[in-house]
């Protein structure tokens, strides 16, 4: 092995001042931690499916190679004049002095006179790409380099050199200190490849863009790693340290560091080994308690008889048991795949929550049986409020034997934009999305994601923007050959249809796969469709399921007139339910029933203390196994369709679209249990649809125009559940079935201009799909500004709605700040008083913020003036406040906005006296 010189090892990689004490790390040494922290992961902690693409037709032993060198080479960039007469962050003079006058020392004369006029166009990661391509490297190996920081160039920097030659070299022209760069230069790429097993540049093999991304991805990672002086910030848990200015790079054992630092980092989390699913109704006797139902079994048998399976997509009924044949899928598919990991995806984080139980104790089930530690990571903006997931044993709390009977953990490593890389992930469906928004480190999503077996739950909420989003990162899923599992109780077949062939674009770049020659057309309910292989394998021949018949009445949407009705519907006990389409006419609602009739209200505008309890109150009277009242009446928005397993006597619902409308017909009868004699039958009454093309502007401004008409039409005054479901879905979203009318024909041109106009909106800043044989530069070229550091934007770029601001919600009275909920904010327990406040959080409506930056800055103000102290908290830093009076009431841009723990945020436009 070669030996360094002096001037190779005086070379800073990092560079800091301490309690006084100056501390700094060689480049050589963080290139080498680095190098062992990428072959650890590559070697111990990516699963052989992810291993199985980032070597395509690699050797493992050549992949290996590349995954070293890429970790050893990341930073070269760094031994330029630029970036090492770079300040240090804290601008300590002296220590930057002392730097430089120790480059001199050893061979780089007159740094310390050297000013660059444009050192900032070349980054150490462009730098670094620049440098190994002028030495001999590929570009798409060289793209990684210049990609490591997040984002990589738009095109090769082939000029950079020349164009900024003493950025590289110190002088413009040919002298001894161009010469001695170069030469220090070429010694530590020398050294690397010799380290690493390759004698030459061009020995280093080429990738195609899928490795690329992936590598990048794990050189992110590893370079993040191999930064950590200590885990999570905890100077007990020494990392990768720097050390004293006066030590040097041979006074460092770099093997004894990194065994250390990789011991540290792995703590107490273990990694899950999938088994075979051999007896399916055992499994589903332990995993759950209960034999599976027919369809689950059947399901499960077919998963389990694949070769090569990718995506299965599964419509089936409310309540038939989806999510257990997606967890034993998971497990299935993660023993053919190589994964080792799992991914469930929902609409909202009311859903999420919802899911986090079930997944969590199948999880406990899995890990107990296995005698493992697996980590969970809970991914919404409100994860941290959610008590069951915060109540669990960190993984670097636990004892350093491991000896604890916990088989579920969280491991803290896994936060903010490493959170996708845990191995157990639940949460709304945006993370998942955003894997096709162009944004910086959107790698890390890629390397995430490809190690899971990836679980969507209720596809048919997605809107033609959303399903542009999910159709993008099915091919990138499909490219890396990521099982991926869709349930759905409603899905139109086209857009089944076209879930399959974008994943079958992704994994064989051809949408067209083995079929029945009607495959297309397939309305068979329940309905199993999977690609194994290039086959499209398609289950239908299921036990005849028990019916039920729903009668289905039309009624006016006048509100008295609605609850009048709905009173005389439950005179006799009940619990009649009223699903409206927007919270101004369920707050509405609730305002008429009589002081004597027991009633609910549930929708998104409430703190999130407040539905959380709703919710948690809903599900105990009404939910399975409920101690239910003799009479409610509950009334709520979308958020009652979605999840929530409860259970309507008798049900009241505004026209929507058919597979909305079937939705919440799945909460009307849900569960077998004695109800009121009047109410035996199910009764399901639409509101406004009494008069064909008469719906009310709120109905309109919510839903399309043409899928009202549809469903109007094809709603007939029963409807079979579950032999009606897809007939009725089919009837509405399959344009073959529009009917003659001019009506119909105005609102199809209106939708289908509309869905145009979202896909091309929603292609915007969306990545390219993949292509094997292009490389990654460009790949993040035209992202929007900042958006990687703006979760909610980001959110609100791959749903296609309006930017809304989240505010917290207090009190002023006359002797200081109350909570909502009437205490007092400085009677709170100190140490958890910030974490209280930071809960009564709400989102504003979209119309009372019309000018969103000066909003932020009217209530910023606010936040300054009153809550100063905000800005040191954890918890509260950038929050913003909105302050109610004594009535919890306030004026804001012109509106009056009021707050009630029964009917939550109300706002009524001021009356300017025109």
């Known amino acids: 092995?070669?030996?360094?010189?002096?001037?190779?090892?005086?070379?800073?990689?990092?560079?800091?001042?301490?309690?006084?004490?100056?501390?700094?790390?060689?480049?050589?040494?963080?290139?080498?931690?680095?190098?062992?922290?990428?072959?650890?992961?590559?070697?111990?902690?990516?699963?052989?499916?992810?291993?199985?693409?980032?070597?395509?037709?690699?050797?493992?032993?050549?992949?290996?190679?590349?995954?070293?060198?890429?970790?050893?080479?990341?930073?070269?960039?760094?031994?330029?004049?630029?970036?090492?007469?770079?300040?240090?962050?804290?601008?300590?003079?002296?220590?930057?002095?002392?730097?430089?006058?120790?480059?001199?020392r050893n061979g780089f004369d007159g740094l310390d006179s050297l000013v660059l006029a444009s050192a900032k166009e070349s980054p150490h990661n462009r730098a670094g790409e620049a440098?190994?391509?002028?030495?001999?490297?590929?570009?798409?190996?060289?793209?990684?380099?210049?990609?490591?920081?997040?984002?990589?160039?738009?095109?090769?920097?082939?000029?950079?050199?020349?164009?900024?030659?003493?950025?590289?070299?110190?002088?413009?022209?040919?002298?001894?200190?161009?010469?001695?760069?170069?030469?220090?230069?070429?010694?530590?790429?020398?050294?690397?490849?010799?380290?690493?097993?390759?004698?030459?540049?061009?020995?280093?093999?080429?990738?195609?863009?899928?490795?690329?991304?992936?590598?990048t991805g794990l050189l992110i990672m590893a370079d993040w790693i191999a930064s950590s002086e200590y885990l999570n910030d905890d100077m007990s848990k020494p990392m990768f340290p720097t050390i004293d200015i006066n030590q040097s790079f041979d006074d460092l054992d770099m093997n004894a560091r990194y065994r250390r630092a990789i011991k540290t980092w792995?703590?107490?989390?273990?990694?899950?080994?999938?088994?075979?699913?051999?007896?399916?109704?055992?499994?589903?006797?332990?995993?759950?308690?209960?034999y599976p139902r027919p369809v689950q079994e059947k399901m499960s048998e077919v998963i389990g008889e694949a070769t090569d399976p990718g995506i299965v997509v599964i419509e089936a009924p409310m309540g038939i048991g989806k999510t257990e044949i997606a967890l034993t899928a998971a497990e299935q598919l993660a023993f053919y795949s190589g994964r080792t990991g799992l991914y469930m995806g929902l609409p909202t984080q009311a859903t999420s929550n919802a899911m986090f139980t079930r997944i969590k104790n199948w999880l406990e089930s899995v890990g107990n049986e296995e005698g493992k530690k697996l980590s969970i990571k809970l991914?919404?903006?409100?994860?941290?409020?959610?008590?069951?997931?915060?109540?669990?044993?960190?993984?670097?709390?636990?004892?350093?034997?491991?000896?604890?009977?916990?088989?579920?953990?969280?491991?803290?490593?896994?936060?903010?934009?490493?959170?996708?890389?845990?191995?157990?992930?639940i949460g709304t469906v945006d993370n998942l999305l955003l894997m096709g928004l162009k944004q910086k480190h959107l790698f890390l999503k890629h390397l995430g994601f490809s190690n899971k077996v990836v679980v969507i739950d209720e596809v048919h909420a997605y809107d033609a923007y959303m399903s542009s989003y999910l159709d993008r990162v099915l091919e990138w899923l499909g490219a890396y050959h990521v099982p991926v599992v869709i349930l759905s109780a409603t899905l139109p077949k086209d857009r089944r249809n076209k879930?399959?062939?974008?994943?079958?674009?992704?994994?064989?770049?051809?949408?067209?796969?083995?079929?029945?020659?009607?495959?297309?057309?397939?309305?068979?309910?329940?309905?199993?469709?999977?690609?194994?292989?290039?086959?499209?394998?398609?289950?239908?021949?299921?036990?005849?399921?028990?019916?039920?018949?729903?009668?289905?009445?039309?009624?006016?949407?006048?509100?008295?007139?609605?609850?009048?009705?709905?009173?005389?519907?439950?005179?006799?006990?009940?619990?009649?339910?009223?699903?409206?389409?927007?919270?101004?006419?369920?707050?509405?609602?609730?305002?008429?029933?009589?002081?004597?009739?027991?009633?609910?209200?549930?929708?998104?505008?409430?703190?999130?203390?407040?539905?959380?309890?709703?919710?948690?109150?809903?599900?105990?009277?009404?939910?399975?196994?409920?101690?239910?009242?003799?009479?409610?009446?509950?009334?709520?928005?979308?958020?009652?369709?979605?999840?929530?397993?409860i259970d309507f006597d008798v049900m009241f619902t505004d026209i929507a679209p058919m597979d909305l409308i079937l939705q919440r017909v799945g909460r009307l009868h849900r569960h077998n249990i004695e109800r009121p004699k009047k109410l035996e039958v199910p009764q399901l009454y639409v509101m406004g649809a009494t008069e064909y093309g008469s719906y009310s502007s709120a109905n309109e401004a919510i839903y399309a125009r043409y899928l009202l008409l549809k469903t109007d039409h094809f709603l007939s005054d029963k409807i079979t559940l579950p032999d009606d479901i897809s007939p009725l879905v089919q009837s509405v979203y399959d344009v073959n079935n529009d009917y003659q009318d001019d009506e119909l024909a105005k609102a199809r041109s209106v939708f289908d201009a509309d869905k145009e106009k979202s896909e091309e909106k929603a292609g915007k800043f969306q990545i390219e799909d993949p292509k094997s044989r292009r490389i990654i530069h460009g790949w993040l070229g035209m992202a929007q500004l900042g958006i990687d550091k703006d979760e909610v934007r980001a959110q609100a770029t791959v749903r296609d709605i309006k930017e809304t601001i989240e505010v917290i919600l207090l009190q002023k009275r006359k002797d200081g700040y109350y909570l909502l909920d009437g205490r007092k904010v400085s009677d709170l327990e100190e140490k958890n008083r910030d974490k209280i406040i930071a809960q009564q959080v709400i989102r504003l409506p979209v119309v009372v913020t019309p000018n969103i930056g000066k909003s932020i800055n009217y209530l910023e103000g606010i936040t300054i003036d009153k809550f100063r102290a905000w800005q040191q908290s954890i918890w509260l830093k950038g929050a913003l406040a909105l302050v109610l009076d004594e009535q919890q009431k306030t004026d804001f841009n012109g509106w009056n906005l009021s707050y009630s723990p029964k009917l939550g945020l109300r706002y009524e436009k001021q009356d300017n006296g025109c």
């Open 131 to 215: 440098l190994l391509e002028e030495f001999g490297l590929n570009k798409s190996v060289g793209a990684i380099i210049g990609g490591h920081h997040g984002k990589p160039e738009n095109i090769a920097p082939r000029n950079q050199i020349r164009d900024y030659c003493s950025n590289y070299r110190q002088t413009t022209n040919e002298s001894e200190a161009q010469k001695h760069w170069q030469k220090v230069q070429k010694e530590l790429v020398d050294y690397g490849l010799r380290l690493i097993g390759f004698t030459d540049l061009k020995e280093v093999p080429k990738v195609n863009q899928q490795q690329a991304v992936l590598l």
């Open 379 to 425: 991914m919404h903006g409100k994860a941290q409020f959610n008590k069951e997931y915060t109540n669990l044993i960190k993984a670097e709390n636990i004892a350093s034997d491991g000896d604890s009977s916990e088989s579920v953990i969280i491991n803290s490593w896994f936060s903010g934009k490493k959170s996708v890389l845990d191995e157990f992930t």
């Open 266 to 290: 792995k703590v107490n989390e273990d990694i899950w080994e999938p088994e075979r699913v051999t007896d399916i109704p055992g499994h589903y006797q332990k995993r759950w308690g209960f």
């Open 499 to 645: 879930l399959l062939q974008a994943y079958s674009q992704g994994k064989f770049e051809t949408e067209n796969f083995e079929a029945a020659s009607n495959w297309q057309e397939n309305q068979a309910y329940p309905l199993m469709s999977m690609l194994d292989n290039k086959n499209l394998v398609q289950v239908s021949d299921f036990e005849k399921q028990e019916v039920k018949d729903i009668d289905v009445f039309r009624m006016t949407d006048d509100e008295q007139a609605v609850i009048n009705f709905a009173v005389s519907k439950i005179e006799d006990g009940g619990i009649a339910g009223i699903i409206v389409n927007t919270v101004k006419r369920a707050q509405a609602l609730v305002g008429l029933v009589p002081d004597d009739i027991p009633t609910m209200l549930l929708h998104s505008a409430f703190l999130a203390p407040d539905r959380s309890a709703l919710e948690d109150e809903l599900q105990r009277k009404i939910g399975k196994r409920g101690s239910r009242p003799e009479k409610l009446i509950v009334i709520g928005t979308q958020v009652l369709e979605q999840s929530l397993d």
């Open 1 to 104: 092995m070669m030996n360094l010189s002096n001037s190779a090892k005086v070379l800073w990689g990092k560079k800091k001042t301490y309690n006084s004490q100056q501390l700094w790390l060689p480049l050589v040494a963080h290139l080498i931690d680095t190098k062992n922290v990428i072959n650890w992961l590559f070697n111990h902690w990516i699963s052989d499916g992810q291993r199985e693409v980032i070597c395509g037709n690699l050797s493992e032993e050549k992949a290996q190679q590349l995954v070293n060198f890429l970790g050893y080479s990341h930073d070269l960039g760094k031994a330029t004049p630029a970036f090492q007469i770079k300040e240090s962050y804290n601008q300590d003079k002296s220590l930057d002095k002392e730097v430089v006058e120790k480059l001199i």
